[in-house]
């Protein structure tokens, strides 16, 4: 295939297990086509039946992430559906590689389904029988296309959910084996990610499991191109030989994965392997090396990662049933904050139901943290305990952020124990409250369905001059994500300005209140939005990179240390 504007395809599928970092693994792959210059994009597939993953439970099935755009999915003519939010997997798509996602990235099975079946309805299909093949897969097929024909990449990553072996991914990986059929030789290639258990009892890492998803993925007509074997080390040569043996690829593209403490090693791990080489080969792309100053960029990065000068320690109290991936957003942003401020985070999870039953373990859990991060969320559960922790933010002078409902908790404590509005609440908690401080946006009155009905996707929020939100932005105005249904009552916001609370930033027109802040000493913000979701490994959250620093700053102040030498200025001046 000769044709360089031709868009390529590396389709990426995981055998074995679910969950051993096949988003990160896609991302990387992405990064080094990103790294010789090449414009990518990326699809994730999630064979589940949802139409999206809003209705998801963060407990089962980690974050909800939330896109710059809103789509308008129109499965057939007369059905609109409002699509912002996807898989998490593209939280890590767009920090590693800086591009925003279009929701239409994300191809769910129950988006392909009710599009096949509604068009059934309208008489598109009249007189056929409809059925998976060809009429799943075909539009499985279009689906991946259009992606292509919008964002026109050079590279085009597509990240198969699930492991090969799971029924709802059986049209998916069929389609892919009509694509690769269909394309030019050349125009795409398949990267499978097997996990390659280490057995302690025989001190061996063992080939079987990668065996038989290889086999089942060939007995699906797809034979991979690379092999890439999660483990715990890097795989030994004689493993190498072996899968590559068994599983019919050339020794080079057997490919480790090892375990990192830094995330954004792996591109750096692959390209070491020659990975990059081996796929723009394969592509028959032509930039066969990176642009030398791009890794280097990324080799700093990873190195202030390793390197910290120092650390923050992070509260983030809430409601712990909670995976840790349930806020991945906003402990990725965390640490790009404080990479790029040379330092290091420590987050600590406590469950917050614990200071419901006794407030006098605030002090030995929030009074040591550097900072407070009062965390999104829904429901009630667990939420008395963080208005004390907000509470006890505001009355010890501690460094607060507050995010979406965790700034409107903020708010809440602030009407009650500085206002001294007693009772004061939001109606999602307490619909009977004597003080309504945080109620249903006026638009949601009414709003019963719950898929994609939020106020969702990226909107202008307009920053006040001389307040801590704008000393982080430097700018009157920008663009940050929502996704929330109640806000801050703006005329309680403006009565607690004689009590020291400041609106910061409100939407274009003035009517949703966006940010507060107090004219403490300390620096304590809530905001309506979540900045986390545009924090990149290269380009952190301004209001991160604010908030750790203020934590930092009250770090300083109690141990009197001295101040930080700036993290750019440590890795050129230090013998790596
Ligand atoms: N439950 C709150 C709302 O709907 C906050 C949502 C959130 O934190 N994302 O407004």
């Not at 690379?226 to 020794?251: A, H, Q």
């Not at 929020?461 to 663009?479: F, N, Q, W």
């Amino acid at each position: 295939m000769g044709d360089a504007r031709q868009t390529r395809y590396v389709f990426v599928t995981g055998g074995v297990l679910s969950g051993i970092g096949k988003g990160v693994v896609s991302a990387s792959i992405a990064k080094l086509f990103q790294l010789r210059g090449y414009k990518v994009d990326m699809i994730k597939i999630d064979p589940y039946l949802n139409v999206d993953p809003g209705t998801l439970n963060p407990i089962e099935h980690g974050e909800v992430f939330v896109c710059e755009d809103v789509w308008v999915f129109e499965p057939a003519p007369g059905y609109r559906f409002t699509i912002a939010e996807i898989d998490q997997d593209f939280g890590t798509y767009e920090r590693f590689l800086d591009v925003n996602m279009h929701p239409s990235n994300n191809i769910t099975s129950g988006q392909v389904y009710l599009t096949v079946i509604l068009r059934e309805r309208s008489g598109e299909y009249l007189g056929k029988t409809i059925q998976v093949i060809p009429h799943v897969t075909d539009e499985i097929k279009r689906r991946i296309r259009m992606v292509a024909e919008r964002s026109k990449p050079d590279v085009l990553v597509v990240e198969v959910g699930g492991t090969v072996g799971d029924i709802e991914a059986m049209p998916f990986l069929e389609a892919i084996r009509q694509f690769r059929l269909e394309s030019p030789p050349g125009a795409t290639a398949l990267v499978h990610v097997t996990l390659v258990p280490y057995l302690k009892t025989v001190g061996q890492q063992k080939t079987k499991p990668t065996q038989h998803s290889v086999r089942e993925l060939q007995s699906m007509g797809l034979q991979p191109d690379v092999i890439i074997g999660r483990s715990e080390t890097y795989l030994t040569e004689d493993v190498k030989r072996k899968i590559s043996l068994f599983c019919n690829v050339p020794e080079e593209a057997v490919i480790s994965d090892p375990d990192l403490d830094v995330v954004y090693e792996l591109p750096l791990v692959f390209e070491r392997q020659g990975l990059g080489r081996y796929l723009v080969r394969l592509l028959r792309l032509e930039r066969e090396d990176p642009v030398p100053h791009a890794v280097e960029e990324w080799e700093n990065l990873v190195w202030r990662y390793k390197h910290p000068a120092d650390k923050v320690v992070i509260a983030m109290p809430g409601k712990y049933t909670m995976i840790q991936d349930s806020y991945i957003s906003i402990c990725e942003a965390l640490k790009h904050a404080a990479a790029h401020l040379g330092l290091g985070v420590e987050i600590r999870y406590i469950d917050s139901s614990k200071f419901e039953e006794d407030p006098g373990l605030m002090d030995e859990e929030l009074g040591r943290a550097d900072g407070i991060l009062l965390t999104p969320g829904f429901g009630s559960r667990g939420v008395e305990g963080m208005i004390q922790a907000a509470r006890y933010a505001i009355e010890h002078d501690k460094v607060f952020l507050g995010i979406c409902f965790g700034a409107q908790l903020l708010f809440i404590a602030f009407c009650r124990y500085v206002m001294g509005l007693r009772g004061a609440h939001s109606t999602e908690i307490d619909p009977s409250t004597p003080y309504p401080v945080v109620d249903l946006l006026p638009e949601q009155r009414g709003v019963t369905a719950k898929g994609g009905t939020m106020r969702l996707g990226a909107h202008e929020v307009h920053i006040a001059e001389g307040t801590r939100l704008y000393e982080a932005y430097s700018a009157k105005v920008v663009r940050e994500r929502f996704r929330h249904r109640y806000h801050i009552i703006k005329d309680y916001a403006l009565m607690g300005e004689k009590h020291g609370l400041k609106v910061s930033a409100t939407d274009a027109d003035g009517r949703i209140v966006n940010a507060i802040e107090l004219s403490s000493a300390r620096w304590i913000v809530g905001v309506q939005f979540h900045p986390e979701f545009k924090s990149r490994a290269l380009r952190p959250s301004p209001v991160y990179v604010a908030f750790v620093r203020a934590a930092y700053e009250a770090k300083r102040a109690r141990t009197h240390i001295p101040p930080l030498i700036p993290a750019s200025e440590r890795v050129s001046s230090s013998s790596r």
